[in-house]
């Protein structure tokens, strides 16, 4: 005999479970799906973006004019500049005024830009630095709401840690594109962007020249003093003809170089110690050159240290 009583309320609770727990399975399959193709879009368009700025900085014109004359930090993956903002040109030697790519915008009316930042990430000589635009960005869906981008560039500063050139390509803003030139005065004709790209080829340079009476003949002593801080190398030598010999010059040790009352001590390089500045005379070490003249040699025959003056060249380099 048949069982006409239908469905009891058991039977409808799980059917009503089951349809449920379908209808929950079907709605977080869409919205993962959703959220899938959201997430996509907003890596896509994050390239894009980040393409766009690497695009930009491969100018060394356009790098340039948003970032020269910024302080780098000394401490290594430090903000250089937050709020980057970056315009279009009017010509290689200005900005202009419309404002294509910044904080708060929507790259292509979708994808928000959070921030935009430049680093200095890496030392990788004297005065030259890898540094990196960083872009975050908030994604009004998606699996991820935050997430950054980057792209690096290239960075040259002066003496005093002001940016002067920066790009994405190394050649077009670093040291091995421009001629040889004695002291760099003229840097422009040699084919440098600045005078400190030309001193920074890794050849001798001529920064500094004394008479025999210790003044000056070319150049700056503190120049020469801010070149070693750096970190470059020194040499000294005195001009062909002094005193009747041959041109003679010194590599001076590293690191090793004294001032007392306005005066540069190259001590050479195979040659350890400072001797007594004031006296010059009567030092345990020979062999020592000093800026206002001062010339302190060993007479090898008689182990006798004299002492003369002459006019001297002071050469740096990187």
């Not at 560039?153 to 002001?162: M, P, Q, R, V």
Request: charged letters at 15%; proline letters at 3%.
């Amino acid at each position: 005999m048949k069982n006409n009583r239908g469905l009891s309320i058991l039977e409808v609770l799980l059917s009503i479970g089951i349809s449920s727990m379908i209808a929950l399975g079907t709605t977080y399959a869409v919205v993962t799906s959703m959220n899938g193709m959201s997430h996509v879009k907003n890596m896509n368009l994050a390239e894009d973006s980040i393409q766009l700025v690497s695009g930009m900085l491969t100018d060394p014109n356009y790098c340039s004019l948003h970032f020269n004359g910024l302080t780098v930090p000394t401490v290594m993956d430090s903000v250089i500049q937050s709020g980057v903002v970056f315009k279009d040109m009017n010509s290689p030697t200005s900005l202009g005024t419309t404002e294509i790519f910044k904080e708060g915008q929507k790259y292509q009316s979708a994808l928000e830009i959070s921030s935009i930042k430049l680093y200095v990430e890496t030392k990788v000589g004297t005065n030259r630095f890898i540094g990196a635009v960083r872009v975050t960005y908030k994604g009004a869906s998606g699996m991820v709401s935050h997430f950054s981008r980057s792209t690096s560039l290239f960075i040259d500063t002066d003496a005093a840690s002001k940016i002067i050139g920066c790009s994405r390509n190394f050649a077009s803003s670093g040291p091995s594109i421009g001629l040889f030139s004695k002291d760099c005065t003229d840097y422009a004709t040699k084919g440098w962007g600045s005078k400190d790209q030309c001193l920074q080829d890794g050849k001798w340079h001529l920064v500094y020249s004394n008479t025999a009476a210790g003044v000056a003949s070319f150049g700056v002593l503190n120049d020469l003093v801010t070149h070693v801080d750096a970190g470059a190398s020194v040499k000294v030598s005195h001009p062909p003809g002094t005193l009747g010999m041959r041109a003679v010059g010194e590599t001076c040790a590293a690191n090793i170089y004294v001032i007392s009352d306005g005066i540069f001590l190259c001590i050479p390089s195979y040659r350890f110690g400072v001797p007594n500045l004031p006296a010059k005379t009567g030092e345990p070490q020979t062999g020592l050159y000093y800026s206002d003249g001062v010339i302190v040699l060993m007479n090898n025959s008689t182990t006798e240290a004299f002492r003369f003056n002459a006019p001297m060249d002071w050469y740096i380099k990187y």
